[in-house]
T-cell receptor, first 115, second 112 residues
Framework: NAGVMQNPRHLVRRRGQEARLRCSPM?????VYWYRQLPEEGLKFMVY????????ESGMPKERFSAEFPKEGPSILRIQQVVRGDSAAYFC?????????????FGEGSRLTVL | GENVEQHPSTLSVQEGDSAVIKCTYS??????FPWYKQELGKRPQLIID?????GEKKDQRIAVTLNKTAKHFSLHITETQPEDSAVYFC???????????FGTGTRLQVTL
């Protein structure tokens, strides 16, 4: 059973470009979470999605950031018009339907560098 | 919302000694408290967790204690080894959701 798959693992963008990060949850998991980790800091919650629904986006910046988890395909975190402050590791985590609260399985992360 | 504080930020111990990391949380509705280990450039990995219906849980050299009244929980690593060197994060869920709020991390260095 493959774990949470994220790609790309590394992404370099120039200021003003768009970044798209993809996450395929573990097989059988229907809940996806995105977290951001700045260098030398902890993980900050961004958004929680289920298939075709955003459940909680309280950690998402109001502008330039969006997330989706379509019926088919991976979850996507999209950052428009990137700025240097967006440079970070973005981790996706998944949990199964009906799981006990809190059981999250993390992917290896996507490391975004904005030049 | 939930606020999780973690101490110390760095911890250096000699191989074979014990290490203790402490966290406090603010939301009395939190009922799940996992600990993650993160090696440089890698993903956070769950090493142990505890739910609010128990006060202590142990897995080989790792143990976690929970004091619900005081809203704090601790990670104990005994007989530390060099491979225990990493950043450790505590976390707490918010209510019934699986959304986790993380502490700021403790960098553990185990020296020979």
């Amino acid at each position: 059973n493959a774990g949470v798959m994220q790609n790309p693992r590394h992404l370099v963008r120039r200021r003003g470009q768009e970044a798209r990060l993809r996450c395929s949850p573990m097989k059988g998991h229907s809940h996806v979470y995105w977290y951001r980790q700045l260098p030398e800091e902890g993980l900050k919650f961004m958004v929680y999605l289920q298939k075709e629904n955003i459940i909680d986006e309280s950690g998402m910046p109001k502008e330039r950031f969006s997330a989706e988890f379509p019926k088919e395909g991976p979850s996507i975190l999209r950052i428009q018009q990137v700025v240097r402050g967006d440079s970070a590791a973005y981790f996706c985590a998944s949990s199964p339907e009906g799981s006990k609260a809190g059981e999250l399985f993390f992917g290896e992360g996507s490391r975004l560098t904005v030049l | 919302g939930e606020n999780v504080e973690q101490h110390p930020s760095t911890l250096s111990v000699q191989e074979g000694d014990s290490a203790v990391i402490k966290c406090t949380y603010s939301d009395s509705a939190s009922n799940y408290f996992p600990w993650y280990k993160q090696e440089l450039g890698k993903r956070p990995q769950l090493i142990i967790d505890i739910r609010s219906n128990v006060g202590e849980k142990k897995d080989q050299r790792i143990a976690v204690t929970l004091n619900k009244t005081a809203k704090h929980f601790s990670l104990h690593i005994t007989e530390t080894q060099p491979e225990d060197s990493a950043v450790y994060f505590c976390a707490a869920n918010t209510g019934t959701a699986s959304k986790l709020t993380f502490g700021t991390g403790t960098r553990l260095q185990v020296t020979l």
